[in-house]
């Protein structure tokens, strides 16, 4: 098992910063890659971002450039670093990880997820 706290959310005003983190406890983190994904009012969770074990990356079209995934495995601790947020961000955004050795950008390669952290961004 592995048990995923997001924190980091809150209100930013379009063009400003936020940095989410996940502490993840339980198996070997090290072992996992780890994903954020996003869900909006009346959308289905969509793939923000992954980092794989070997620190391979992958970002979805609409945040490269402005959101950066990364991991610091000594500290059992997910990041995404959001800048130029706009105001269509807006969603609760969530960790996850999977045993895939590669990056994965669907729900399904997952088998952990966080509870959520709600990030708004004001136009």
């Known amino acids: 098992q592995v048990q995923l706290v997001e924190s980091g959310g809150g209100l930013v005003q379009a063009g400003g910063s936020l940095s989410l983190s996940c502490a993840a406890s339980?198996?070997?983190?090290?072992?996992?890659?780890m994903g954020w994904f996003r869900q909006a009012p009346g959308q289905d969770r969509e793939f923000v971002a992954a980092?794989?074990?070997?620190?391979?990356?992958a970002h979805t079209n609409s945040v490269k450039g402005r959101f950066t995934i990364s991991r610091d495995n000594a500290k059992n601790t997910l990041y995404l670093q959001m800048n130029t947020l706009k105001p269509e961000d807006t969603a609760v955004y969530y960790c996850a990880a999977g045993a895939s050795l590669s990056v994965r950008a669907t729900t399904t390669d997952y088998e952990y997820w966080g509870q959520g952290t709600q990030v708004t961004v004001s136009s």
């Open positions: 980092i794989s074990w070997s620190y391979n990356t």
């Open positions: 339980g198996r070997t983190f090290s072992r996992y890659t």
